[in-house]
């Protein structure tokens, strides 16, 4: 992967020219088991790669080739974490939003503007902010931070699979699959699931059934 001289169109660069600008954005939101990783990058202004998008757009191969790409050319970048329990008391939102604001902490610069992937955030000391709905596939800052994001949680789900190995956490990275919920349903659950997710998927007369009282 180089470097080239132009951009995709459909990535800025920023929102706010000639300051440090951190993209932030998080992997890991409706799973059922693991963490919540979220990721906070500073790219250079004149930062381009032709192949940078929203990590779901991309395959593994080449978001692992991208992460190392961003980590060597960032000005700064941290990738942060909430756990099972935090996201319990918290909800997944709020520890979304938390595991941000760590990320940011984390920096080795403190930005002196915020991007955003989504409707919803909370002040990070006094610097301003701005939410962008779908804005991984908008501004190259957050792709970054999603590329970091999602490529660190499936590290980590992979290595986590070693010691729980009926979940199948190596492929499905504790979203909610139809074979992940019937491990569940077999073997029950680990300290690494999310006690305040629906865990079980509901048998076909309760669906019917809730679908009746709701009509």
Same mark, same amino acid.
């Given at each position: 992967?180089?470097?080239?001289?132009?951009?995709?169109?459909?990535?800025?660069?920023?929102?706010?020219?000639?300051?440090?600008?951190?993209?932030?954005?998080?992997?890991?939101?409706?799973?059922?088991?693991?963490?919540?990783?979220?990721?906070?990058?500073?790219?250079?202004?004149?930062?381009?790669?032709?192949?940078?998008?929203?990590?779901?757009?991309?395959?593994?191969?080449?978001?692992?080739?991208?992460?190392?790409?961003?980590?060597?050319?960032?000005?700064?970048?941290?990738?942060?974490?909430?756990?099972?329990?935090?996201?319990?008391?918290?909800?997944?939102?709020? #520890? !979304? @939003?938390? *595991?941000?604001?760590?990320?940011?902490?984390?920096?080795?610069?403190?930005? =002196?503007?915020?991007? /955003?992937? %989504?409707?919803?955030?909370?002040?990070?000391?006094?610097?301003?902010?701005?939410?962008?709905?779908?804005?991984?596939?908008?501004?190259?800052?957050?792709?970054? #931070? !999603? @590329?970091? *994001?999602?490529?660190?949680?499936?590290?980590?789900?992979?290595?986590?699979? =070693?010691?729980?190995? /009926?979940? %199948?956490?190596?492929?499905?990275?504790?979203?909610?699959?139809?074979?992940?919920?019937?491990?569940?349903?077999?073997?029950?659950?680990?300290?690494?699931?999310?006690? !305040?997710?629906?865990?079980?998927?509901?048998?076909?007369?309760?669906?019917?059934?809730?679908?009746?009282?709701?009509?």
């Amino acid at each position: 992967m180089s470097r080239v001289a132009k951009s995709l169109p459909h990535l800025a660069s920023c929102m706010r020219a000639g300051c440090l600008e951190a993209g932030c954005d998080e992997a890991g939101r409706g799973c059922l088991a693991g963490p919540v990783f979220a990721a906070a990058v500073l790219l250079p202004e004149d930062f381009h790669c032709e192949t940078l998008n929203d990590s779901k757009q991309l395959t593994e191969k080449e978001r692992n080739s991208l992460r190392l790409m961003i980590e060597q050319e960032a000005l700064a970048f941290a990738v942060a974490t909430c756990s099972p329990e935090e996201i319990d008391r918290l909800n997944i939102l709020w #520890a !979304s @939003v938390r *595991a941000m604001h760590k990320a940011l902490a984390a920096l080795s610069l403190r930005p =002196a503007h915020i991007l /955003v992937d %989504g409707n919803r955030f909370r002040p990070f000391e006094d610097i301003p902010y701005a939410c962008v709905v779908k804005g991984d596939g908008k501004y190259r800052s957050i792709a970054a #931070a !999603s @590329v970091l *994001a999602k490529t660190y949680r499936d590290e980590y789900m992979k290595n986590l699979a =070693a010691e729980h190995p /009926v979940y %199948g956490w190596e492929k499905n990275k504790g979203y909610p699959t139809r074979s992940h919920r019937l491990a569940i349903q077999q073997y029950g659950i680990t300290v690494h699931h999310r006690k !305040s997710f629906r865990l079980l998927e509901e048998p076909p007369d309760s669906i019917c059934n809730n679908s009746c009282e709701q009509n």
